[in-house]
């Protein structure tokens, strides 16, 4: 029996590089859609949201020149790319999905409604959200916010490299200790780095709460799903 009905899945666009450093890995991306494939089997309604930072992020371009409007725009277009790649990984294995995107770009995506996501949804489609939120200076963090507050989701499931949130980053500090749980408010005074700040005011503002755990280990989106405490789940 599943745990959610519905779910925001955020994906890390650095995390389809794999071991390649950039781009996207073919390994990496199989296993993120047989892993949706599994808990789609199960009756789970599916909304993505991918970032776009192993193809390129608007903010690290500014810092180098280019115009953020521009890099911010950009950074749209690797999120239509990586969803793309997605789509066509689900199709491999008989997993029907749309691609909606936040601008126009028919006919590479449809362009979004919340209307139309959900109905998709309930017609058994994985709908994976494109092009952030379609303006410039908001992450895919905010876009995966409030795609998930729009289509009512459950929860927000982000999927990261690391087992859940600690008190420092466990990669760079051997003492950092993992939360079991969280409160958002909590967050703010430990000054943590779950999402950016917009991000997770609007989570906290409308209820929705955030499960982070490590997507990278094949089989834990089921763990997560199927209600096993492997992550460290963010609420009010």
């Known amino acids: ?15 389809l590089m794999g071991r390649q450093g ?53 950074g749209m277009c690797a999120t239509v790319i990586n969803s793309l790649a997605l789509s066509s990984a689900l199709g491999a294995l008989d997993v029907k999905s ?27 489609y994985v709908c994976i959200f494109s092009a952030g939120t379609g303006s410039p200076y908001f992450t895919t963090d905010t876009g995966s916010s409030l795609r998930g507050i729009e289509i009512e989701a459950d929860v927000m499931l982000k999927g990261t490299r690391v087992d859940g949130i600690y008190t420092a980053d466990p990669e760079k500090d051997a003492t950092a200790v993992k ?18 700040l917009t991000a997770t005011t609007m989570c906290k503002e409308n209820g929705l709460p955030i499960y982070v755990f490590n997507m990278d280990v094949k089989g834990n989106l089921r763990k997560v799903i199927d209600g096993e405490d492997i992550g460290t789940l963010v609420h009010n």
Request: hydrophobic share 40%.
């Open 1 to 15: 029996m599943a745990k959610f009905k519905r779910i925001l899945l955020k994906l890390s666009g650095e995390s």
């Open 22 to 74: 950039f781009g996207i890995d073919a390994e990496r991306l199989a296993d993120y859609a047989a892993q949706i494939k599994e808990i789609h089997e199960m009756g789970v309604q599916i909304g993505i949201v991918i970032g776009g930072g192993n193809i390129f992020r608007g903010l690290s371009g500014s810092q180098k020149g280019f115009d953020r409007v521009k890099g911010d725009q950009m």
């Open 98 to 124: 749309k691609v909606l995107t936040a601008i126009r770009m028919e006919p590479i995506g449809e362009f979004y409604s919340k209307w139309k996501a959900i109905e998709a949804m309930e017609n058994g």
């Open 179 to 196: 939360f079991n749980e969280i409160t958002y408010d909590e967050i703010y005074t430990r000054g943590l780095k779950v999402m950016d």
